[in-house]
């Protein structure tokens, strides 16, 4: 008997060694905006407006902006809303916008741009992507580096 209680104290001592003292305490939720690649530097695009001015926008610059999320074939597309972008860059009146980038240039009405479906979705790899109802998802500029206002 006193033989397996010193065996099973030795047990005790050698399990309580093993176990780590705390446990890991979880990280806290980040927001979707922590979870997005940071471009180098610079500016990641231009809103040429209607009298030629021209206003450019960093990754800085979009996170100071309301987030936004639209759902396209099932997959939420998370960004700011281009209408936010436009207004931050003083546009106040316009008929339509110009969109160019690595793919698929996009043209957009006034009633298509200020549509709560119509944002620049952050990608995974620094850039934003036009993201709308309003255009077949294999059709939105990808990488928008420019955006010219009619």
Same mark, same amino acid.
């Given at each position: 008997?006193?033989?397996?209680?010193?065996? @099973?104290? /030795?047990?005790?001592?050698?399990?309580?060694?093993?176990?780590?003292?705390?446990? =890991?305490?979880?990280? /806290?939720?980040?927001?979707?905006?922590?979870?997005?690649?940071? =471009?180098?530097?610079?500016?990641?695009?231009?809103?040429?407006?209607?009298?030629?001015?021209?206003?450019?926008?960093?990754?800085?610059? +979009?996170?100071?902006?309301?987030? /936004?999320?639209?759902?396209?074939?099932?997959?939420?597309?998370?960004?700011?809303?281009?209408?936010?972008?436009?207004?931050?860059?003083?546009?106040?009146?316009?008929?339509? &916008?110009?969109?160019?980038?690595?793919?698929?240039?996009?043209?957009?009405?006034?009633?298509?741009?200020?549509?709560?479906?119509?944002? @620049?979705?952050?990608?995974?790899?620094?850039?934003?992507? +036009? /993201?709308?109802?309003?255009?077949?998802?294999?059709?939105?500029?990808?990488? &928008?580096?420019?955006?010219?206002?009619?």
């Amino acid at each position: 008997m006193r033989r397996t209680l010193s065996f @099973l104290l /030795a047990l005790f001592f050698i399990l309580a060694a093993c176990t780590p003292a705390q446990a =890991p305490t979880a990280e /806290a939720p980040k927001t979707p905006q922590e979870f997005q690649p940071t =471009p180098v530097s610079g500016t990641l695009f231009v809103v040429v407006k209607p009298d030629g001015t021209e206003a450019g926008f960093t990754w800085d610059d +979009l996170k100071k902006l309301p987030l /936004a999320q639209m759902t396209a074939e099932g997959k939420i597309e998370e960004g700011v809303k281009l209408i936010d972008v436009l207004t931050a860059a003083g546009v106040t009146g316009f008929k339509g &916008v110009n969109l160019s980038g690595s793919s698929s240039p996009a043209t957009l009405t006034f009633e298509q741009v200020k549509d709560e479906t119509t944002i @620049l979705d952050f990608t995974n790899h620094g850039t934003v992507k +036009l /993201a709308t109802n309003h255009i077949p998802k294999p059709d939105w500029t990808k990488d &928008v580096d420019r955006i010219e206002v009619k």
